[in-house]
């Protein structure tokens, strides 16, 4: 069964402590994407990699981080210096390149503050 | 950069009646639009696409149109059923090396029974 997976479903988070998102997908994509969701506000990028050993980052990179060690994962940190980290995350991924197009999303993760 | 309009940000219909989302965009390099339909507390699920060189393309219930000219496209959804009520998001992307996705901001449409 072929597609992104995201755990955990919920996560929450104390004052100062970082936390780490998981996405793993098996759809063999170059390319994977982190979203971040709020209210009224659509969708904006956070950090994206188009290959292994590579990413980039997107529009609200500031108090997050990322690695991608593996062409499956994509874990995306949530640090202690991004102030206000409620909302719901979303990952993608694409084939990749010129000739990739559509982004799959998983099922995405909703980080709470305590 | 490229910036993606989208309307109505809320949208209720009976059900069996039509609707219709509205995206216009900016940059005219932008060749490919998929449309994404969000159930709550899920991700956003691949409903349709067209690309640029497309005017019109159906599956379906579901169609959308291109308008290059104009930089307009549009979803549209016929004979709506209660689960057709989600979120549905535009989105326009540029192809070539990295592409940039920009996507509008939502669409929340309500079908009622």
């Known amino acids: 069964d072929g597609g992104i997976t995201q755990s955990p479903k919920y996560l929450f988070r104390k004052e100062g402590q970082n936390v780490t998102l998981s996405c793993e997908q098996n759809?063999?994509?170059?390319?994977m994407y982190w979203y971040r969701q709020d209210p009224g506000q659509g969708l904006r990028l956070i950090y994206y990699?188009?290959?292994?050993?590579?990413?980039q980052k997107g529009d609200i990179a500031e108090g997050y981080s990322v690695s991608r060690e593996k062409k499956e994962s994509f874990p995306l940190t949530v640090t202690s210096a991004q102030k206000n980290p409620t909302a719901f995350y979303l990952c993608?991924?694409?084939?990749?390149?010129?000739?990739?197009?559509?982004?799959?999303f998983g099922p995405g993760t909703r980080l709470l503050v305590l | 950069g490229e910036n993606v309009e989208q309307h109505p940000s809320t949208l209720s219909v009976q059900e069996g009646d039509s609707a219709v989302i509205k995206c216009t965009y900016s940059?005219?390099?932008?060749?490919?639009f998929p449309w994404y339909k969000q159930e709550l507390g899920k991700g956003p699920q691949l409903i349709i696409d067209?690309?640029?060189?497309?005017g019109e393309k159906k599956d379906q219930r579901i169609a959308v149109t291109l308008n290059k000219t104009a930089k307009h496209f549009s979803l549209h959804i016929t004979e709506t059923q209660p689960e057709d009520s989600a979120v549905y998001f535009c989105?326009?992307?540029?192809?070539?090396?990295?592409?940039?996705?920009?996507f509008g901001i939502g669409t929340k449409l309500q079908v009622i029974p």
């Open positions: 067209i690309r640029s060189n497309v």
């Open positions: 990699s188009q290959i292994v050993n590579d990413f």
């Open positions: 759809l063999n994509h170059d390319a």
């Open positions: 993608a991924s694409s084939i990749g390149g010129s000739r990739g197009e559509t982004q799959y």
């Open positions: 940059d005219s390099a932008s060749n490919y």
């Open positions: 989105a326009a992307i540029s192809l070539g090396g990295y592409q940039k996705v920009t």
